[in-house]
């Protein structure tokens, strides 16, 4: 799937802004051929969550309405109309000009609906009808209760569900005969690359040709070969990243250009050996976070001012890496993780696989009720790594997907859920990037049935937290233990952190390093570091979390997870300072 561009042949057109917004009465039939009645204003992109100030409005669970009017030039009359919508939670049901024309399930993943040229107008309106109902068939997971005659969401995951239209919609031209999606392969040879672009072409046309350009943009070649050859290539590398751009045309008869698209790539090389991670033959060692899509006033919404101050501040703190948890990011962020060199484990909306999870992971109990007697969302499932490998698949920054986070691993039934989704994400990805699932503490190397299908043993592990809270020494024997049990278990597997941490209160401090405080944040590290800096099969540390974020409250979660190295407002803690000096040279 590309991303709009504006080139020589398409024009978008960006409708961020203030829309029409409305929560329908219970009961109540909107109509399609006239406006909204008594609609509130709502900025797009953005949650709606923190943009109203009543409680009830914040937590509507249930059917949810947009409204924008636009014109479109008479000038495109004989253009192809696409609307392209970044990120719908959790699904949406699309209406222009008062007529359906299509639906989409999945809250984190762009989908498009082409627009017949015989209802377009030049004075248009488009309506959404949003559903951000969550059960066990949605990803992410959960319970959907009804209580006083209202629908209420119960998580099987640690984060708010944010909810309405949380990147741009846009609408884009192409022409009649167009490029619908180029995948950029290539194969590396010493210091040449062989590129082998795959187009797809929706149409008649009488040849491509491919235009390179380097990182200066500097034309490299020009060629109607659909292979070809970068001499001494520059390889993409982690924090110091080198991107090629592809520019693909399609001629007519006469040679005219009928459609252009550009493409940026990276060229570099993965491969796992030896219980290490390689990245351009080089070990590579994982220093980074978790993350939210998560900002006061906007939610998870987008706003590149926020990603761009999150990359300065990953940077400040010389990280390398993160995780998408626990959904795939806008497709702006993973642009930006591109070009700033950041390594990413590039992850599914699969979380909650859980029955009856518990925020407090020592408190997770089976309950005699087997989670995957229960989930039925394999087809979403199947559905969400499709659109995300097909969106993320020429990205550099990707070197593994992750397609689930801290599922009941140890119960009778994962490995038949998750065995064909992990040979789908390989059979996908033509560069056969390593597939990881994060594993919960519940699935310990006794009880697991996961592990055996993943390429890297992913741990979220809270020892001194959750598990022997506030005794750092028993911790750092349990978790020896453990990790000794997996190298054992699966000795040619190497082993990360995908999550570790501590809620820290910023500026509660003790002289005694009592939990919560900024000295037990520091401690935890430390302690768990003395353990992991002594294991050669240990590839990286994902700190959780990079920021404190928002989630439904419970007695653990007083105005959210406060696992953050940075506040909610990006102000760094006394960790942040140690890990900055800690990963200057790690």
């Not at 989409?104 to 309106?125: D, M, R």
């Not at 991107?243 to 250009?257: A, D, F, R, S």
């Not at 040979?423 to 594993?439: F, G, T």
Request: aromatic share 12%.
């Amino acid at each position: 799937m590309l991303y709009p561009l504006n080139t020589e042949t398409r024009i978008v057109i960006d409708l961020s802004g203030i829309w029409k917004f409305k929560i329908p009465d219970e009961g109540e039939k909107v109509a399609l051929d006239v406006p909204l009645t008594n609609p509130i204003q709502m900025a797009v992109p953005g949650s709606f969550n923190d943009q109203v100030a009543n409680a009830e409005l914040r937590e509507h669970v249930g059917e949810i309405w947009y409204e924008k009017d636009f014109t479109i030039s008479k000038m495109l009359n004989d253009q192809r109309l696409v609307i392209r919508f970044g990120s719908v939670t959790h699904q949406g049901k699309v209406y222009f000009n008062g007529e359906y024309v299509g639906e989409h399930v999945g809250g984190f993943t762009p989908f498009e609906i082409e627009i017949a040229s015989e209802k377009l107008n030049i004075q248009n309106n488009l309506k959404l009808c949003l559903s951000n109902i969550l059960d066990n068939k949605t990803l992410p997971n959960a319970v959907l209760q009804k209580k006083n005659n209202k629908k209420k969401v119960i998580p099987n995951f640690d984060f708010y569900n944010y909810s309405g239209i949380h990147r741009p919609i846009k609408i884009y031209s192409t022409p009649k005969t167009y490029i619908n999606d180029i995948t950029v392969t290539y194969d590396v040879d010493g210091n040449n690359a062989s590129v082998k672009p795959k187009i797809d072409v929706k149409g008649d046309y009488d040849r491509v040709s491919y235009e390179l350009y380097d990182d200066q943009k500097q034309l490299l070649l020009n060629t109607d070969q659909n292979e070809f050859l970068i001499e001494n290539v520059k390889r993409w590398q982690p924090r110091n990243a080198y991107l090629y751009q592809l520019k693909v045309n399609l001629h007519g008869v006469t040679g005219e250009i009928i459609d252009t698209y550009t493409e940026e790539f990276g060229v570099r090389t993965l491969k796992i050996e030896n219980n290490k991670f390689y990245i351009n033959d080089k070990p590579f060692y994982f220093k980074g976070f978790g993350k939210h899509e998560d900002f006061p006033v906007i939610g998870r919404g987008l706003n590149e001012a926020v990603n761009n101050g999150d990359f300065n501040l990953m940077k400040w703190t010389n990280a390398n890496s993160l995780r998408t948890a626990h959904y795939p990011y806008s497709e702006e962020f993973m642009y930006m993780a591109d070009r700033e060199g950041f390594v990413v484990i590039d992850e599914v909306p699969g979380v909650g696989l859980f029955n009856k999870f518990n925020v407090d992971v020592s408190k997770n109990k089976d309950n005699n009720v087997n989670t995957w007697d229960i989930v039925d969302s394999s087809s979403n499932h199947k559905q969400v790594i499709e659109e995300l490998i097909s969106r993320d698949k020429n990205h550099p920054c990707v070197v593994s997907w992750a397609v689930g986070n801290e599922p009941a691993g140890h119960q009778e039934g994962a490995r038949k859920y998750f065995e064909p989704l992990v040979s789908l994400a390989k059979e996908l990805d033509w560069e056969k990037r390593a597939v990881v699932i994060p594993n919960i503490i519940n699935a310990d190397p006794d009880k697991d049935e996961l592990t055996g299908l993943v390429d890297i043993i992913c741990l979220n592990r809270y020892y001194g937290w959750y598990i022997n809270h506030g005794e750092l020494e028993e911790a750092k024997v349990n978790l020896k233990r453990e990790m000794e049990k997996w190298h054992e278990k699966y000795p040619d597997k190497p082993i990360m952190f995908s999550e570790f941490g501590a809620d820290t209160i910023s500026g509660f401090n003790s002289v005694y390093g009592t939990p919560f405080t900024e000295e037990y944040q520091v401690d935890y590290f430390n302690a768990n570091f003395e353990v992991l800096d002594k294991l050669s099969y240990f590839i990286g540390e994902h700190v959780w979390n990079f920021a404190d974020f928002e989630t439904h409250p419970t007695v653990r979660r007083v105005d959210g997870n406060k696992k953050g190295i940075f506040t909610r407002d990006r102000k760094p803690k006394s960790i942040a300072h140690y890990l900055k000096k800690r990963w200057e040279n790690k």
